[in-house]
Nanobody, 124 residues
Framework: QVQLVEAGGGPVQAGGSLRLSCVASGYSGNCMGWFRQATGKERGGVVVISDRGETRWYSGSMKGRFTVSQNEAKNTVYLQMNRLEPEDTAMYYC???????????????????WGQGTQVTVSS
């Protein structure tokens, strides 16, 4: 049974940093990603990474501030978030087993496994 466990969220002041991790048990390989959902908004993509290390960012502003990486076993994904802004406040979710060959579109319904989420709260 596949299980995704996120960690690393919490409160932080604007301009600060956090590093999120997602450990996948029972799964390794293609197409893991980070999504986020702010209160009252739909879940949206942050970044998707393939097992070849190819990345697709949903927002240029996030690409400039966030960095995604994965371990050699391809079962852990990290999201390093720098220069955090209040607008980054959201529940951050890890997703795995995305589209074949990790080819877009990366809609939420194309990922088969999800973690419970980790809350990131950025205060101004």
């Amino acid at each position: 049974q596949v299980q995704l466990v996120e960690a690393g969220g919490g409160p932080v002041q604007a301009g600060g940093s956090l590093r999120l991790s997602c450990v996948a048990s029972g799964y390794s390989g293609n197409c893991m990603g980070w999504f986020r959902q702010a209160t009252g908004k739909e879940r949206g993509g942050v970044v998707v990474i393939s097992d070849r290390g190819e990345t697709r960012w949903y927002s240029g502003s996030m690409k400039g501030r966030f960095t995604v990486s994965q371990n050699e076993a391809k079962n852990t994904v990290y999201l390093q978030m720098n220069r955090l802004e209040p607008e980054d406040t959201a529940m951050y979710y890890c997703a795995a087993d995305g589209p074949p060959e990790c080819i877009p579109p990366f809609r939420t319904d194309r990922f088969n496994y999800w973690g419970q989420g980790t809350q990131v709260t950025v205060s101004s």
